[in-house]
């Protein structure tokens, strides 16, 4: 009867009022009171008076800016006259550091940054990298290509190893993941992170060892929350558009180099004549005539007898059309509560992509599935993630055949390959690149994972002040993979018999047939299994005496990883679309890989306060790592100490005369760490031996030196990096400001050095070189209006970085790290790192004309590669801003980087098609501001040589090859997200009885995107790769797209 | 009870802290790759990555004028046009990775009780050299392949490595006689499956071809002479008739194991046509020279009629009448599309022939370079045959190789034709050179290259698609990869103008 009664008032809503003051009992005005748990709050007004709805149980949250967050539970009472605490330092969250560690921000005598749920999921971004980008100072995220499974490249303060490993370590709940892989982050649900904390520097990371000397991500998922069970369903929708394409031109049609060349008998001193016989129904390369209307033939005589006839000009938004609109659905719920000694969290998320590339899809489903409990000193917790994700991919690239069609095809028209005749491989118009959508079917990719994440965490509270911690974490990821080829026979008659329109036969009267090659189709099957075992044991240690206070711990680490990779695969198969190799002729291929790393750590940390306003902080760890370790090699070569320390004064506690109302808060922090990097390959102190190519044929055995030579003395690269910083609360705590300079130097640094091939090898592996890197980062939030009804929060940062390569090796000056022969990614000395050269105009450097050849205008190219900038930017800017008013808010966040420049295959490939619109010059011109060498050595200014032939080797041949063309400023500036949200009223939700919360939100990410006018190609941040090798781009990245969508968010009672 | 926790604590830490051995560490073994290598299975790897190597001769090809290309595809302009730089034609770093296998086996083969490949591996030293050397000039060659030894090897004067080249070829010859091969053991040599005086053939055979170079050197007589008597002393002599120098590492049909020319330019593993078989074609250049000796057996081996091979393998589809043989101005960039030209013929591409050897040095050459020593030495080189017969031979053996018609050869050198029948040529010198050149086609275009820069004969045209003071490219840049890493030596040569920087041997 009792317990019935209890049940009854505990359910039961009543108004709850009173005002908040501070300690002085003067009342806090727009404080804000929430119920814990839930979204229902409310504001106070100017005299601090309050009232909300709640019942029994509920734990009503007072909060107010400047001042301690306070709790207090709804009693039997009606009236709560909370009385706050006023914030001596900043908002005293609790910060996740190195090795699951948590300190209070005043505590911390280096810079870390704490990015919560709320910013992560604001632009609903379904991938965790994505909607860190511009968030955080000193963080670059680089969106390295954008499909269905996107790449990213995550480097904090930018590169510190010439060629090794510069990615910030992603620690997902005390588990390190493998560097440089986007894979786990891709599986990453972000609803289900909790925060994440951007350990920027070497001496925040001192504690995960070598992994950690670029900075670290850690990242928290979410526990479950004490209380009643909270259900939330979740929906995004969002649709995905390309944002911009290159510069095309739609002037000129089908065309090669047909017309006799120079030169030669016959040949035509009229360009328009000449570009009438450049003209060509079956070419690929875009030089034909000028666009002129007239019904003209594409391809060639179909068997039918009918040819595909156009007309002659550009189909207008053809270029855009052939790119999908991408939709992407995501569907989540979630489940979380637990009772006073247990907690649960339990998620559901299906993620369904379809990308801008016409039939490329994704989809990601995983359950998650935490929880914890006490039982007296014990204190265990597990959590446990299970993703399954799939992919649906083209293989082939999708954008460099497209280039490759002339602006009259209407090319989105010939989706149908099957039906369509004209689309048909059989019959396709294009001599040299077929029909790009029978491509997309034909050249395919599926491959998923099979993700499992999951750690063990036991507390075992020794005493008061002394605590045993273990952590078990590990990682499965099953990737299978199908690369798939069709296989597809031509007619005989497209093979022998399809002849272009008569007027272009040759004149030899047989007309001309193509020369198709049929596909022999091909499969290509792989298993990919990697597994991580990490363990974390501590002795942790916290007292106070006096004065004093400490907290330490000791601890042991060991890390395994494994990774194997199987494969088989053949190229040619017999029945057509039975992709197995068993359903093959000739050998069948494959192969194997296996690695294996291990490592282990002893590492102590002690922090010593002195009356809370002091802090000296030292961490120490040892590490052995399998990289380095042979048995015959010394055993420091193999094991190397760590060490870091720093401090923090909150200057404005120990010297309170300097506090005003305009400086509230101040804190200085200093720190200095020298880390290690083991930053070379696995089995990287090893010489091969691999197969020579083709062996074995048969039972001949051939094998080949490899071309890597390791240095017999290799030894872990050393980074010691120094810092210093200051955090402020200005103007009653409306304004926060961080800023940080920090410089790290590198030495011993492990490079792998081109090396002369004349010495037999092409690369040596070894420690010598030493580079710098340093910088400075500024963030500033401020409160520009607080009111009861209305806030308006702007942030903004900037970070500036730069490096230097003190020393490559004695003798070596610069050395090509990625890219092409004719224009790639350099590690010049003296320089910034890494540096982009291209091959470049020959100027007059009086006066910066190009020089161009006095007999026939063409522009003259540099021999060697020209140094063009840095690849990396050196500058990188945030702005973000937060406006409530009552249940609507808007965020929006931009981000700026420059300083940096890129260079785009794509208008290398496109200047060679003739589709980019800088190709539009056909007509006879003076090369701009050029000049020439009058015969004596001295350049004048050419004003009378003109090109001789514009029409087509102008670009081809020299334009093209001037890679200098298609290197522009890669600055740009990015509405990363945009968020507008609708907060439903509890008014409103009452009436609905099971919904205790509901939201609806439309967003968008980078619907904004502004670059160099210079820059004709392609979105700045892509790259080919997700190496070092930034700053260089091609057709394999689609052009970057822009995403809205429509967000409703429900939590059921 | 408090200290009851202590002390559990304690225990299991130090359990913890204690419990790792080095053993643990102990995966680093690269289970990937081999981490060690016997010479002979480097010794074939290396061989067959030579013989595969067929970029050098392509442009030699070209550049010599026995081939160019259709117009299907766009005409190269670094080939053609002779606009190119250090970036372009690098085959430097590949000859050297290569040499550098060849020295490992030279410098293992004793330790690792394989004395017998020692001999080889030098002879396959020495012809690399000499290639480099003659588009290069200068080259790295007594610090080269030193590792770690010496990471910027100093350059060494052309002439004194050509000169050291003979020296290794009489350390190759000394190595061969004293190792013969094992039992068991021949299999890994893919060029002579072990016969030693077949390598000592071609031993002598690589000396003629490196003295014949600098036969236009003033002051070098002697020296040339007294070398040639050297190898003339030798038992096993020359490359004998029929004993061409030839790969095969038992090629078969898969994709990247077919032979590498049939691969490139006929037909993938699957059988399907090479898109790339469209490019190179007879220059009207090489055709007029083949009708202008009614060499028309030649002709019609080296290339297919237009339209290429037809259904039956080895045959044209189009009647084989010279009148369907349509070769390309040299260089022209418009106007002879693929379909419409002569594509490479049955003695180098045929359908299903795809385990056929790849050619890396002809018995032809040998006996037109001790015809051109015969006729230049006469009575001094102690060469027992005459310059006449040596010539006849190469003939002979160069129609052997295209297909075996003896009787076209007789034909030829009986026709009473200046440059083919060897009595009717006022030149002798130019009738050695020219057949040569045509016994060149097809099966060492890099040596056809090198030898027109020595003789000037024949005398080539320039590209149509050059500029018109365009001039013939004499070498190749040093390539930029090693001017990056090994820049003060690469300096030290000097600048270098590939139109007028001349190799040694290069001296009209």
Known sequence: ???????????????????????????????????????????????????????????????????????????????????LKKMEGLIDEVIVTAQGIKRRPRELGYSVARITNDDITVGRSPQLAQSLSGKVSGLAVFNVNNSVDPAVKIVLRGYRSMTGNNDALVVIDGLPMPPGSS????????????????????????????????????????????????????????????????????????????AVGFGAAGYKTDYLARMKDNWRSYENQQFGDRFDGSLRPAGRLLQDGTYYELPYSAVEGERRRIWNTGVTTNNQLSVSGGNETSTFYLSLENNLANGVVPED???????????????????????????????????????????????????SKLRDWKTNKFASPDAYYNDYFTNPYFRLDNDRQNYGDANFQGNVELNYKVAEWLNLYNKLGIVNNTRIRKNTVGKYTYTPYAKTGAKVPPAYDQADGSGITRTVTDLAGSVYDATEVENIVNNEFQIQANKDFGDFSTKGLVGFSLYDRRYKLVEVSSGSIVVPDIFNVANRTGELGGGEQITQYRKYGYYGDLLVGWKDLIFIHGSARFDGTSKFYKPSRERDLYTYPYYGADVSFNVTEILPAIKSNILNYAK??????????????????????????????????????????????????????????????????????????????????????????STGFSNLLLNVGETKNWGYELDIRGQVIRSENFNWELSARYSYNDNKVIEIFPGVNEFQSSGYSYAGSYVIKDNSFPRIKAIGYVRDPATNRVIVNKSNGYPLSSGPLKDLGRALPNKIAGWGTKLNYKSISLSANFEYRGGHVIYSDLGRQMTFTGSGGWTEDRTPHIFPNSAYDDGTGKFVPNNDVNIQEAEYTLWVDYYRNITENFTVPAWFIKLRDLNLSYNFSQKFLSKVKFIGDASVALYGRNLLTIVDSQNDFVDPEFSFTTGNGLGISNTAQTPPVRQYGINLNVTFK | MKFKHILLALTIASAALTGCKKQWLDINTNPNQLPVAVPSYVFTGAVNRTAGFIEPNELGSYWSAQWTQSNTYIISGSQFQYIFNNTNFNYWDTWYDILNDFQFVIDNADSLQQPYIKGPARVMKAMIFQQLVDVYGNIPYTQALKAIGNLSPKFDPQQAVYEDLIKVLDTAITDLRANAFVSGSQATDIVFKGVVASWIKFANSLKMRILIRQSKVAGKSAYIIAEINKAAATAEGFLTAGLDVTSNPGYVSSTGKTNPIYDRWGYAASGATQALGRYPRPTTFLFDKLKATNDTFRLKRLFYPSGGEGPTAGTGTKAEVVSNYVAVPYGASSGYLSQNTSPLG??????????????????????????????????????????????????????????????????????GIDLADWAASPNKLNAIWMQKWLALVNFGGFEAWAEFRRTNYPVIPKSAAAATNAKLPLRLFYPQTEESSNGVNVKEQGAIDVFSTKIFWDVD
Not at chain 1, 23 to 39: D, F, H, L, Q
Not at chain 1, 231 to 248: G, H, K, M, R, W
Not at chain 1, 678 to 689: A, E, F, H
Not at chain 1, 709 to 721: C, F, H, N, Q, Y
Request: hydrophobic residues 40%; glycine residues 10%; aromatic residues 8%.
């Open chain 1, 1 to 83: 009867m009792l317990v019935c009664l209890c049940s009854l008032t505990f359910g039961q809503t009543r108004a709850i009022s009173g005002q908040i003051k501070d300690e002085a009992g003067v009342p806090i005005a727009y404080a804000t009171v929430k119920i814990r748990n839930s979204s229902t709050g409310a504001s106070a007004d100017a005299e601090g008076k309050y009232s909300i709805n709640a019942k029994s149980g509920d734990v009503l949250v007072f909060s107010a800016i400047g001042y301690n967050i306070l709790e207090a539970p709804v009693g039997s009472t009606s009236s709560i006259d909370p009385s």
């Open chain 1, 183 to 258: 894979t786990m982050l891709n599986l990453l649900n972000p609803n289900d992170i909790e925060s994440v904390s951007v350990l920027k520097g070497g001496q925040a990371a001192t504690l995960y060892g070598s992994d950690g000397v670029n900075g670290a991500l850690v990242i928290t998922t979410k526990r479950g929350t004490k209380g009643k069970a909270r259900v939330t369903y979740s929906n995004a929708t969002n649709i995905e558009q390309v944002s911009f394409l290159p510069d095309y031109q739609d002037q000129f049609g089908s065309g090669s180099h047909y």
């Open chain 1, 361 to 411: 899809k994704s989809r990601r489903t995983g359950v998650r599935l935490a929880a914890t409990t006490e039982a007296g000193r014990l204190k265990a917790g597990f959590n446990l993630a299970y993703v399954q994700a799939s992919y649906d991919r083209t293989t082939f690239d999708f954008y460099n055949e497209t280039i490759n069609q002339a602006a009259h095809i209407p090319l």
């Open chain 1, 668 to 757: 200085v922090r200093a720190g200095y760490s020298k880390n290690v990097a083991d930053n070379i390959p696995i089995y990287g102190l090893d010489r091969i031996y691999p197969n020579g190519a083709g062996f074995p044929y048969g039972n001949t055995v051939g094998i080949s030196v490899g071309d890597l030579l390791p240095a017999p003395d290799l030894r872990p690269e050393k980074v010691g990096s120094f810092e210093v910083g200051t955090e402020m609360q200005l103007l009653n705590n409306r304004i926060n400001v961080d800023f940080t300079w920090y410089t790290q130097k590198t030495t011993d640094a492990v490079v792998t050095a081109r090396i002369p091939n």
């Open chain 2, 346 to 415: 049955p003695a180098l591409i045929v359908r299903g022939q795809f385990n056929s050897s790849v050619v890396v040095m002809t018995a032809a050459e040998s006996f037109f370079l001790l015809a051109e020593a015969k006729q230049l030495y006469g009575g001094s080189v102690t060469l027992a045959g005459t310059a006449q017969s040596y010539y006849e031979q190469g003939v002979r053996e160069s129609f052997r190789l295209s297909g075996t018609a003896s009787l076209a050869a007789t034909a030829l050198l009986t026709s």
